[in-house]
């Protein structure tokens, strides 16, 4: 069903940019003709992906919208250690995962959309062990994989397109019934798109957690130049007796518009579980990305470099960093 919904999107986003693309060129062929330019600041939100809003016009034509991202994160760890007598261990673990968000938007009047996301990945576990000058024993290597569903986040935004501010905010629910008792490939695969976010949406990626959040987002844009911030807040209750957590996260950012459909930026997500303590507490991470419009139709890319601990610097040891693309359309 995931497969046939990825190529379902695939076929829209294609369909889409053809008929762009054959307007276009009626346009060219017209003496006279205006030029082909963006859609403008005040009529789409400048949204880095579909997650945060990519893909939502002003447009009175506009009924929705759809999206999916792929990922790849990893971290890994490396021992070595020389026992004596002429005994060597060699120690790696590693974990892998492929974290996707598929999601879409539905406009029940020109400034309210119904959200609909759904993350899920393919995750894996292994280590290996290898000791030198021991009788009997060479090496151990195990490794397990699995596919996991994280939280559905079901909600309802309003959307504001000022110019030159716009804004949307809105409240959601998110829990999946199903995301409990996986093994560890799976846990991986559900788990691991929170430290591929930079521990952003915590409520998506939490077992047996109920979450109620408050996501909004708001932008200034002047010329080709965008400011804006991403903030939510969050209170997740555990259904299975533990304890209520809250959450606080905000994502400022800057994006630039170097052709009227080509935009690059860097944002900087930062998460605060003041119910927490120590390093579990707070993340930070750091996001440059681009995005670029094609029409009805765009494409994004963003590299998380996690920044402290629990999840970061992303290239130390142990450490997780992570790449995404994305595709969407509006229809």
């Known amino acids: 069903m995931i497969r046939a919904s990825l190529i ?13 693309e054959e307007a276009n060129v009626g346009a060219v062929g017209n003496v006279g003709a205006a030029p082909v330019t963006s859609t403008g600041g ?20 506009q009924k929705g919208r759809a ?24 120690a790696e673990t590693h974990f892998n995962v492929i974290p996707i968000i598929v999601g879409g938007g539905y406009k029940i009047t020109p400034n309210l959309e119904l ?8 995750g894996n576990f292994g280590y290996s062990l290898t000791a030198t000058g021991v009788p009997g ?25 000022g110019s030159p501010v716009r ?5 959601a629910v998110q829990y999946g019934p199903w995301y409990k008792d996986y093994d560890a490939g799976a846990g991986v695969g559900a788990a691991y798109g929170h430290p591929a976010s930079g521990g952003q949406d915590i409520g998506l990626y939490y077992p047996e957690v109920l979450s109620i959040v408050t996501p909004g987002r708001v932008e200034y844009e002047t010329n080709q130049l965008v400011l804006a911030a991403d903030a939510a807040l969050g209170l997740h209750i555990p259904t299975n007796g533990g ?8 994502a400022p950012g800057v994006g630039y518009y170097v052709t009227p459909t080509a935009q690059v930026g860097l944002r900087v997500p930062f998460a605060w579980l003041p119910t927490e303590s ?41 450490k997780l960093w992570a790449i995404h693309a994305g595709l969407g359309s509006s229809f």
């Open 167 to 171: 804004f949307m905010a809105g409240g």
């Open 278 to 318: 120590g390093s579990a507490a707070t993340y930070l991470a750091v996001e440059p990305y681009g995005r670029f419009d094609f029409g009805a139709m765009f494409l994004d890319a963003r590299f998380t470099l996690n920044i402290d601990e629990p999840y970061g610097f992303s290239f130390d040891s142990g």
């Open 8 to 20: 379902g999107l695939a076929v829209v986003c294609l369909s889409q940019w053809a008929h762009a």
């Open 42 to 61: 005040a009529e789409r939100f400048a949204s880095p992906n579909g997650q945060l809003g990519a893909g939502l016009t002003a447009s009175p034509d």
């Open 67 to 90: 999206f999916v991202e792929l990922g790849f994160g990893r971290a890994a760890t490396s021992n070595s250690q020389d026992a004596g007598g002429g005994i060597s261990v060699d």
């Open 243 to 250: 304890d209520v957590k809250f959450s606080i996260q905000v």
């Open 115 to 122: 959200v609909a996301m759904l993350p899920l990945g393919w």
């Open 137 to 161: 024993f060479n090496s151990i290597d195990q490794s397990e994989s699995g596919f996991g569903v994280g939280n559905l986040h079901l909600g309802l935004s309003y959307l504001s397109f």
